[in-house]
T-cell receptor
């Protein structure tokens, strides 16, 4: 069964540094998402992406964040000037229209 | 805005017992999807079961079934013959069918199955 693939599985970064989280969505899916889960808390929506542009973003997704689909397969989340509170699990998901979202295994981001 | 509430932060049952996890939601929309996701200690997000709001019949997937009460905005998950591998966080999630289709999650219920 096709899977959403995320790399790296764990990223450790110094505060203030930039980090790029990578995702390869399922190939025939049209909608792409990033979610965040701070340890012990619920999963929160960050951003959705469709037709090569952001379709919706949450209040969490401020100017520090950006997303990109640089080629036909990858979908990236960039966090500029990371802060301690950015430490979380970041999930990428993809879906066809009106179908359940398939999640990747997540990237654990640790900001030191 | 949609909200999802799971009122049971933790639950614990013996292996082979049946357990029901509660979920309520708030929305003004008439057509939407509801899901239960399982998150084991590895922290993957695994889809357990889905329910389309326009369907009156409750969804079932093997040992997992839901009780969907649209008027009451309630969506509970029943796990029958519980197994040790069912130990996980369970998240109820709402998906609207307008706009960007973002999932809105509840706070989760930590379920422990004891041997």
């Amino acid at each position: 069964e096709p899977e959403v693939t995320q790399t790296p599985s764990h990223q450790v970064t110094q505060m203030g540094q930039e980090v790029i989280l990578r995702c390869v969505p399922i190939s025939n899916h049209l909608y792409f998402y990033w979610y965040r889960q701070i340890l012990g808390q619920k999963v929160e929506f960050l951003v959705s992406f469709y037709n090569n542009e952001i379709s919706e973003k949450s209040e969490i997704f401020d100017d520090q964040f950006s997303v990109e689909r640089p080629d036909g397969s990858n979908f990236t989340l960039k966090i500029r000037s990371t802060k301690l509170e950015d430490s979380a699990m970041y999930f990428c998901a993809s879906s066809p229209r009106f179908q359940p979202q398939h999640f990747g295994d997540g990237t654990r981001l640790s900001i030191l | 805005a949609q909200t999802v509430t799971q009122s049971q932060p933790e639950m614990s049952v013996q292996e082979a017992e049946t357990v029901t996890l509660s979920c309520t939601y708030d929305t003004s929309e008439s057509n939407y999807y509801l899901f239960w996701y399982k998150q084991p200690p590895s922290r993957q997000m695994i889809l357990v079961i889905r329910q389309e709001a326009y369907k009156q019949q409750n969804a079932t997937e093997n040992r997992f079934s839901v009780n969907f009460q649209k008027a009451a905005k309630s969506f509970s998950l029943k796990i029958s013959d519980s197994q040790l591998g069912d130990t996980a966080m369970y998240f109820c999630a709402f998906l609207r069918l307008q706009g960007a289709q973002k999932l809105v999650f509840g706070q989760g219920t930590r379920l422990t199955i004891n041997p």
